[in-house]
Nanobody, 120 residues
Framework: QVQVAESGGGLVQAGGSLRLSCATS????????TGWHRQAPGKQRELVAF???????TYVDSVKGRFTLSRDNNKSTVYLQMNSLKPEDTAVYFC??????????????WGQGTQVTVSS
C-alpha cells in the first residue's frame, strides 16, 4: 500500500503564491505516477497536473505557466508551486499516487486533501 499526505494549503490573495507538498510512503518503489486533482464547491474533481513514469509533467491548460510540479530526488515527495493564483483556483487539492499492481492494473491512492482559498 501507499500512503499519501498533502500539506501547504491556506488562504492567499489573488496574485499570490502557495506551495503544496505531497508526501508518499509505504510501497513507493512501485508508484508510477503522482499528481494533483482539485475540486471546487459544486464542481467535479478535475486533474491539475501529474508526473509520469518518465518524469514528464502534464498540466491542465488553466494552470499552464502558473503552476509547477516537481519532485524530490528520492521521488517520495512532489510539490505543486502555484503562482499568480486566481479566485477560480479556490478548491480542495487532492494528491494521488498510482501504484503498479500487475502488468495491466494500477491502484490509485488519494490523500485527504488540502484547502486552497484565493481571495479577490
Amino acid at each position: 500500500q501507499v500512503q499519501v499526505a498533502e500539506s501547504g494549503g491556506g488562504l492567499v490573495q489573488a496574485g499570490g503564491s502557495l506551495r503544496l507538498s505531497c508526501a508518499t510512503s509505504g510501497s513507493t518503489l512501485s508508484v508510477i505516477s503522482t499528481g494533483w486533482h482539485r475540486q471546487a464547491p459544486g464542481k467535479q474533481r478535475e486533474l491539475v497536473a501529474f508526473i509520469g513514469a518518465g518524469g514528464v509533467v502534464t498540466y491542465v491548460d488553466s494552470v499552464k505557466g502558473r503552476f509547477t510540479l516537481s519532485r524530490d530526488n528520492n521521488k517520495s515527495t512532489v510539490y505543486l508551486q502555484m503562482n499568480s493564483l486566481k479566485p477560480e483556483d479556490t478548491a480542495v487539492y487532492f494528491c494521488y499516487a498510482d501504484q503498479v499492481v500487475d502488468s495491466q492494473n494500477l491502484q490509485r491512492y488519494w490523500g485527504q486533501g488540502t484547502q486552497v482559498t484565493v481571495s479577490s
